[in-house]
T-cell receptor, first 112, second 113 residues
């Protein structure tokens, strides 16, 4: 079956370290993949989008990689801060349309 | 810009009651969608619209109706609420062109007793 998997366990890291979150997928050939942040009681907020022909995308302290051979995306937050604590969701398009399939998210806690 | 707004923020219904969740955006976005988010299930697409007068079903459309008479508004109707519809509902919109980020509303937490 088609599915997306993210780190199921919460990730706890020390402030200043790099957080690395994983998004694996099977049976899809997405044209692009997106990462969102979600805080408790709020809607998801878009962070980064990476296309299938891009290996890496950066935005400030955020970096996303996309390996279509491994069917995996990695999301990195460098110099992490307590304010980065949230749930991070990955989403990919399942076909030639805007419909997105979502992972369950990974909870990140950055400890001061 | 207010972005994507949703009302109400919280709602409690009894089984069998009907109601409409409101969603509006002021960004002139063509694409709008409704999701539900449940623990262990993630975000699932209920219905979506690519423009005024055009709607289509998503992954879990049963028990819900939508209409899109204007670019700004995309209400979600629960015809006869069931406990299985207890969830957090998010409306999202995005501008024309593929691909693009989705802008989410703050959500409506619905409980059906």
């Amino acid at each position: 079956s088609q599915k997306i998997e993210q780190n199921s366990e919460a990730l706890n890291i020390q402030e200043g370290k790099t957080a690395t979150l994983t998004c694996n997928y099977t049976n899809y050939s997405p044209a692009y993949l997106q990462w969102y942040r979600q805080d408790p009681g709020r809607g998801p907020v878009f962070l980064l989008l990476i296309r299938e022909n891009e290996k890496e995308k950066r935005k400030e302290r955020l970096k996303v990689t996309f390996d279509t051979t491994l069917k995996q995306s990695l999301f990195h937050i460098t110099a992490s801060q307590p304010a980065d604590s949230a749930t991070y969701l990955c989403a990919l398009n399942a076909g030639n349309n805007r419909k997105l399939i979502w992972g369950l998210g990974t909870s990140l806690a950055v400890n001061p | 810009n207010a972005g994507v707004t949703q009302t109400p923020k919280f709602q409690v219904l009894k089984t069998g009651q009907s109601m409409t969740l409101q969603c509006a955006q002021d960004m002139n976005h063509e694409y709008m969608s409704w999701y539900r988010q449940d623990p262990g299930m993630g975000l699932r697409l209920i219905h979506y619209s690519v423009g005024a007068g055009i709607t289509d079903q998503g992954e879990v459309p049963n028990g819900y109706n939508v209409s899109r008479s204007t670019t700004e508004d995309f209400p979600l109707r629960l015809l006869s609420a069931a406990p299985s519809q207890t969830s957090v509902y998010f409306c999202a919109s995005s501008p024309p062109g593929l691909p693009d980020e989705q802008f989410f509303g703050p959500g409506t937490r619905l409980t059906v007793l």
